[in-house]
């Protein structure tokens, strides 16, 4: 990796970056010459929508609770393990809901400021002060605007990074949410979604959790991984809709990946194989281009253009996997 793009990672979003949904996902703005070279595993929020990836139990109850808290100006916190479908979850709601919803997907080592920077960027408002202060100009924005908004928070785990206690995670930063929801809510919701180990792991550290302001304002929805026979249909769309082959051997490994919740789940397994395509499919990175640029995914499908199958093999998959964290 060169050393711009490195230390350009390294950093804290800044605010140009926050208006650019790419990069406050953290996608690379540009592919290298061998995309499994990058050593960094891909954002999620596209990958549902290249990969079509099917609903799955508990979906319907997510999105009538996400829904219920919406109406109702509530906070929620959608909780599972990593590949449950909490990403999927959230862009599938916004594209539902009735009510105006904007996501956020919070980057790693993010602050207060830059969580109050994406959050206002994605209403179209851009204040210029402190943290303090960009609180209260953000509660009295979405009060003068007196509609009904929804905000999407995804990986607010990143919020929390570990302290130097063994087992504790830093959860004061959130709080900050709850702030503005407490002045809010005749407006405002917020529906979070993080992985269940945070919670464990925060119920271990001084900052118990059920005592927390931030998480007695929230209830919660568990979900689980994905079962076998859906996965097995995903992997099938796949090889149907870019015209290759995936080895019997390849198939079995990314099932287990599937099922490895505790190693990433269906989000790692998903990302392997993101990687995978972009190197063996000539086309995908135009594909990925058109779906960045808001094409429907059928037309995009119509730029993968070679005729004959192109095979996947066990090594091409196991470089992928040796570059994925």
């Known amino acids: 990796m060169d050393t711009e793009l490195a230390t350009r990672r390294k950093r804290n979003p800044s605010v140009e970056d926050l208006n650019d949904p790419l990069k406050q996902a953290g996608y690379l703005s540009r592919f290298h010459d061998n995309p499994l070279r990058v050593n960094e595993r891909l954002a999620l929020p596209l990958l549902p929508e290249i990969f079509r990836i099917v609903p799955y139990p508990n979906y319907n109850a997510a999105i009538g609770l996400m829904d219920d808290a919406a109406k109702l100006h509530l906070m929620l916190r959608i909780i599972g393990d990593p ?12 594209k539902k809901s009735e009510i105006e919803a904007h996501y956020v997907a919070v980057p790693k080592h993010s602050s207060d400021k830059d ?3 994406m959050i206002s960027s994605s209403i179209g408002y851009y204040p210029y002060a402190d943290t303090s202060s960009l609180q209260v100009e953000l509660i009295a924005h979405i009060n003068n605007q007196a509609r009904p908004v929804v905000f999407l928070i995804d990986e607010v785990d990143n919020m929390c990074p570990k302290t130097r206690q063994k087992n504790a995670s830093n959860i004061d930063k959130l709080d900050v949410l709850r702030f503005i929801w407490d002045y809010t809510r005749k407006y405002a919701s917020f529906i979070l979604a993080a992985p269940y180990d945070l919670e464990a792991k925060i119920q271990k550290s001084d900052e118990n959790i059920t005592n927390s ?6 209830p919660a929805h568990m979900l689980t991984g994905m079962p076998d026979e859906q996965a097995r249909i995903l992997l099938s769309s796949v090889e149907e809709d870019f015209n290759i082959i995936l080895d019997e051997v390849v198939k079995n490994k990314l099932l287990q990946r599937i099922h490895q919740i505790k190693r ?12 995978v395509l972009l190197v063996m499919v000539p086309d995908m990175k135009d594909f990925y281009q058109a779906l960045v640029s808001d094409v429907d995914r059928n037309d995009a499908l119509k730029l993968i253009s070679h005729k004959n199958p192109i095979r996947i093999s066990e090594d091409v998959l196991l470089g992928a996997m040796s570059m994925q964290r």
Do not use: H, P
């Open 115 to 117: 969580l109050l920077l």
């Open 264 to 275: 990433g789940g269906l989000g790692v397994a998903i990302d392997i194989l993101f990687r």
């Open 83 to 94: 590949g449950s479908g909490k990403t999927r979850l959230l862009l599938e709601y916004k």
């Open 213 to 218: 302001q931030l998480y007695r304002r929230c």
